[in-house]
């Protein structure tokens, strides 16, 4: 047992894997929901008028922790098993919460959440575990701030998050430094709280499913001159949202099934939003053997069935343009170079280094205990493919760590002890009974 600061009970369990060399990934398989759109789903549908029905939503940890803080502030919230019922509060309609909104692990959760407790006549708090309360809030804090809001923080700008009441935002224009999706959506949403029109610009554009989402809820977001706008006062209604899977969840299947010789898998109902799927055009370059089939479109997202067949993977020095492009697909991408024949080259990353932890140093250590050569830089890595033996390692209770870690280990010359795998329940739930069923060799201690 671990302490969690944060969560409902202070304890939370942790858990260990074992993986080792499997059989050859073969069939067909679907990934849960995608994290950044069942998010969004909740919120956006909390603040419309009307109901709102979300059909794939990812039961992870982080996800129904966004669902719990809108029922907390008195949205009903309805369903289970991938279905959700919201019958939306309007856009003056949340209530004060009793207590503080205790989101986790997420980072989506409480950057986007801050964007609409900013704007709000009634006091609330934020809170999260303790990689949550490590990570930087600032960067929504900063913004926020400007439109009017009063945000108390731990010092350094850290979570809990407390806001005071408001009378009214007002709009600003914002010009991010970090490519970040979270810091646009957070002023967005708060924009749709204030007075004028609230205006961002991005110097390397990010994941738009908050802008195409928007939309979807009837909202007028427009593109102009490199600026995303939206008016304060805009209406949401209800609407049906089908949440694709998780392209960052099928990232790991990717990974292992282009790394397995006699591989052959295909990932049905994927999530191919461009600015989701840059691992997919770093594989190709490495050499993988992927076929994006049946496209088609899904409520407001591309989606298609991923087919991928094992081939053999070369290093190659990652596009810095392609950084935001696959930014939660590095650990796996790291896994993969340290199995690829040649160096692979990760510069432009420094965010890496304040997800759920520092993913350089975590894949770096974790890749070293399996016998990899890697250097640290301060915002990539440079990898040498070769072969991995077996060893223990530890994810750092970070999700996408430990699962990466578990493809890596499909190749591996040994037997692979992963320790503190409980987070994958924050994004993928089943991810263990998944990966058995397409012929990885993966089980909970
Ligand atoms: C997300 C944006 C990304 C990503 C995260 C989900 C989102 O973070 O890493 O997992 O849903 O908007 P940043 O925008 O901070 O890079």
């Known amino acids: ?51 709102t029905e979300v059909d794939g939503f990812l039961e992870g940890e982080d996800t129904r922790a966004t669902a719990s803080a809108f029922a907390a502030m008195g949205v009903r919230i309805e369903g ?25 692990n997420s980072g989506t959760g409480m950057r986007l959440m801050a964007g609409i407790l900013a704007a709000q006549h009634f006091a609330s708090t934020l809170v999260g575990d303790e990689s949550l309360s490590r990570r930087p809030m600032k960067r929504v804090v900063e913004p926020l701030r400007r439109m009017g809001a009063s945000i108390a923080t731990r010092e350094g700008g850290l979570a809990p998050l407390a806001f005071a009441p408001v009378d009214a935002l007002k709009a600003i224009d914002l010009v991010t430094d970090v490519p970040s999706a979270q810091v646009k959506s ?47 006062g805009a209406r949401l209604e209800g609407t049906n949202i089908d949440v694709p899977g998780d392209f960052s969840s099928a990232a790991f299947f990717l990974v292992a099934a282009s790394l397995v010789p006699g591989s052959d898998l295909v990932i049905e109902r ?118 991995l033996r077996g060893g223990a390692l530890d994810s750092r209770g970070d999700h996408r760590i430990a699962m990466a870690s578990a493809v890596a280990a499909q190749c591996a010359k040994g037997e692979v002890k992963i320790a503190d795998c409980a987070n994958v329940a924050t994004s993928f739930p089943g991810f263990v009974a998944l990966a058995s069923s397409a012929g990885m060799a993966v089980r909970g201690l």
Do not use: Y
């Open 1 to 51: 047992m671990k302490h969690k600061p944060g969560s409902p009970t202070g304890w939370a369990p942790t858990s260990d894997w074992i993986a080792r060399s499997g059989q050859p990934l073969r069939g067909r398989i679907r990934v849960p929901g995608d994290k950044s759109i069942s998010h969004r789903s909740i919120m956006l549908g909390a603040l419309a008028r009307g109901v």
């Open 270 to 387: 994927v999530g191919v939003n461009p600015l989701r799927t840059g691992l997919l055009q770093a594989l190709w370059a490495m050499g993988a053997n992927i076929d994006v089939e049946n496209e088609r479109v899904a409520g407001a997202e591309p989606i298609a069935d991923l087919r991928v067949r094992a081939a053999a993977l070369h290093g190659i020095e990652v596009p810095e343009a392609l950084v935001p492009d696959m930014i939660d697909e590095f650990p796996v991408l790291f896994a993969a170079a340290s199995l690829a024949e040649g160096r692979t080259v990760v510069r432009g990353a420094a965010e890496l280094r304040v997800k759920e932890s520092d993913r350089i140093a975590a894949m770096a250590n974790a890749l070293r205990a399996l016998g990899a050569t890697i250097e640290e830089t301060p915002d990539g890595a440079v990898i040498d493919g070769g072969t």
């Open 186 to 232: 957070c002023v967005l949403l708060a924009g749709l709280h204030a007075t004028g029109t609230t205006r961002v610009r991005e110097a390397h554009a990010t994941r738009d499913h908050s802008e195409r989402m928007l939309r979807a809820f009837g909202v007028d977001v427009r593109e102009r001159d490199g600026w995303i706008e939206v008016d304060g």
């Open 80 to 104: 289970d098993g991938g279905v959700r019922r919201i019958v939306g509060a309007g856009p003056n309609g949340l209530k004060a919460p009793a207590q503080p909104l205790d989101l986790g």
